[in-house]
């Protein structure tokens, strides 16, 4: 049996080399997250900055409201109701344009009276056996 | 006497391996300019009608590619995390138009970003209106009373939920590919949610909706070598135009993450990931219990080898736990998007998924 790959190709020992690296550092790395300590960290950080986060928003929405400027949460708003009048402009005009309008108005379709190819195996019994025995790939269910 | 046919690294050998190694060389940068200058290829590109929108919930019909179509509907339950067009990569790499191709009706329910006053939708939206929503809207459009659905990741628990809850139909099968039911399983996640200190109602009352940037994080994590060892990996494999066009299109699915609706993760984490009340038969939606022994259709349940993110242990009770008697586990070579896309998912699951349906849709 022959190595794969020469000892003299750079390239095919660059390849080895980068998978081995990946293999071990998520090894190493899943190892040291699923760690207490980094964990705790993990949250410590998320927690501060979810603080921070919720601090300076509250800070803003008062700012802005006394400026007599509208919030983020203003402006979402607004957004929403701009999408809204948006989808019912798209399905007027897809009604006027004479296209599906809802998902009642199917085109034509083709015949629903197809069946499997005879190659395949037979259609399920209505009581199938209670022990089968699975084929390669398969696990007992 | 050895000749030097018979020596393993021949001189010879070793020179056309290096100028073959400085022809690609040469090919990488030049294509490697092309990467940089051009955009990434388009993908989701099988024709099909949105018949329904409704927030963060898209139907989408594709447009039948066969002249004669299996009587049942197929319906895909897409991640919700992720947009659907994984299953719709490009032609020749898409399992949506290989199942049109083989005779099929498909459907699809993909997910938009949720707005930021969807914030509120559990569990039970998704289970208890938005599936059982298209799936009339799907009988409505094909004419037909039987629909099988088809659940992918996420997706795929979503489904179970709703086959739990609807044992009188008018589902008819069940395929599901690579869903956890035993979330104490899926291991870095369920440390990482530990509630000793994730305090995931904080997280939520904060932010309302989980920002993707957060979910893309967490999916990186698990794997924190992986992008690194990728972006090798594509640039030895640059002047291999195929191999290229493949990265992009999986990159790209892979970075546009959706926000998750901020109720819907509060009791993702609390029911299913500390609870793991699925698993345990303790989940209950809109006061009814969740018991997996109340499916009883045909299931099919699809499991990568290699799954990161949903591990064997952690899908192998969904079939052992349904009451169907038609039903079937199956283990796969791949990953958890390997199995169901790109050239992994064309040799083994699509034709096994064929076979499965084929029978069982008419």
């Known amino acids: ?141 | 006497m050895s000749t030097a046919a018979d020596t393993p690294f021949a001189l010879p050998d070793i020179a056309v391996d290096m100028a073959a190694e400085i022809e690609r060389a040469i090919q990488r940068n030049l294509k490697g300019l092309d990467f940089l200058t051009t955009t990434a290829p388009a993908v989701g590109q099988t024709p099909k009608d949105e018949i329904h929108r409704r927030g963060t919930l898209s139907l989408y019909h594709y447009r039948p590619m066969a002249d004669e179509i299996y009587r049942v509907p197929l319906l895909i339950v897409m991640a919700t995390t992720n947009r659907g067009y994984i299953l719709d990569l490009a032609p020749g790499q898409s399992m949506v138009e290989h199942l049109l191709l083989q005779g099929y009706d498909v459907y699809m329910m993909d997910w938009n970003a949720p707005r930021p006053q969807e914030k509120h939708l559990r569990i039970e939206d998704y289970v208890l209106d938005f599936i059982p929503d298209s799936i009339r809207r799907v009988q409505e459009r094909s004419g037909e009373e039987d629909v099988t659905l088809v659940g992918y990741c996420m997706g795929g628990v979503l489904s179970t939920l709703y086959a739990a809850l609807h044992p009188g139909g008018p589902m008819k099968n069940l395929a599901l590919f690579t869903t956890p039911i035993d979330f104490s399983r899926m291991k870095l996640f369920h440390a990482w949610s530990d509630r000793r200190y994730f305090d995931v109602d904080r997280l939520i009352d904060t932010v309302g909706n989980v920002p993707p940037e957060m979910l893309f994080t967490s999916f990186d994590m698990l794997r924190p070598a992986g992008r690194s060892a990728g972006m090798v990996q594509l640039w030895d494999n640059m002047d291999n135009d195929e191999f290229v066009k493949s990265y992009r299109m999986f990159d790209r699915w892979g970075n546009e993450m959706l926000p998750l609706a901020g109720e819907y993760f509060r009791q993702t984490v609390k029911e299913l990931m500390w609870g793991n009340k699925l698993h345990k038969g303790e989940l209950v939606l809109d006061g009814r219990k969740v018991l997996l022994k109340n499916i009883r259709v045909p299931v099919l349940h699809a499991l990568a080898q290699h799954d990161h993110i949903v591990p064997y242990e952690a899908g192998q009770p969904l079939v052992a736990g349904i009451g169907s008697t038609d039903k079937e586990e199956v283990v796969l070579k791949g990953g958890h998007v390997s199995l169901a896309a790109g050239p992994n998912a064309v040799r083994r699951l699509w034709p096994k998924l064929d076979e499965w349906l084929g029978v069982r849709s008419t």
Do not use: C
């Open chain 1, 1 to 141: 049996m022959t190595n794969k790959f020469s000892p003299l190709d750079p390239m095919a020992m660059w390849r080895e080399l980068t998978a081995q690296w990946e293999k071990s550092t998520n090894e190493f790395a899943n190892e040291t997250m699923s760690s207490d300590p980094f964990r705790q960290g993990m949250h410590g950080g998320m927690n501060a900055s979810l603080t921070a986060q919720k601090a300076l928003g509250e800070l803003m929405a008062r700012y802005l409201t006394m400026l007599n400027l509208p919030t983020r949460a203003d402006l979402q708003v607004l957004g929403e109701q701009l999408q809204r009048i948006d989808d019912h402009l798209a399905r007027i005009a897809r009604a006027v344009e004479g296209g599906p309008a809802s998902s009642v108005a199917a085109p034509p379709g083709p015949r629903r009276t197809r069946q499997p190819p005879k190659a395949a195996p037979a259609a399920p019994p209505a009581t199938p056996p209670r022990t089968r025995k699975p084929p390669a790939g398969k696990r007992p269910a």
